[in-house]
């Protein structure tokens, strides 16, 4: 069992920065993804940003060049660091984790709301 945290967001303005962390505790893989997905009012959830074990990352079309995914391994942690934000920013963003070993079941977290407005 997997439990994901997540924190950092808030109300920002167009063209602001946030940071989104996410502890993971529990039963953690050595060898496992965990990336940001979010969803928008009527909107289908959708990925963000990802991330490997190994640092290999993939994003999105829409945030490549503004948004960064990092991970710390020693302390089970994930960061979305989101530059030059806009109003289609908006949404709940969720924390996922999956193991790239075994049965790789995905984890949730309970989500984070990032606004972007004036």
């Known amino acids: 069992q997997v439990q994901l945290v997540e924190s950092g967001g808030g109300l920002v303005q167009p063209g602001g920065s946030l940071r989104l962390s996410c502890a993971a505790t529990g039963s953690i893989s050595s060898m496992n993804t965990m990336g940001w997905y979010r969803q928008a009012p009527g909107k289908e959830r959708e990925s963000v940003a990802r991330i490997g074990s190994s640092g290999s990352t993939n994003y999105a079309d829409s945030v490549k060049g503004r948004f960064t995914i990092s991970r710390d391994n020693a302390k089970n942690t994930v960061y979305l660091q989101m530059n030059s934000l806009k109003p289609e920013d908006t949404a709940v963003y969720y924390c996922?984790?999956?193991?790239?070993?075994?049965?790789?079941?995905?984890?949730w977290g309970k989500g984070t709301l990032v606004t972007v407005s004036s």
């Open positions: 996922n984790y999956r193991s790239d070993v075994n049965y790789g079941i995905d984890y």
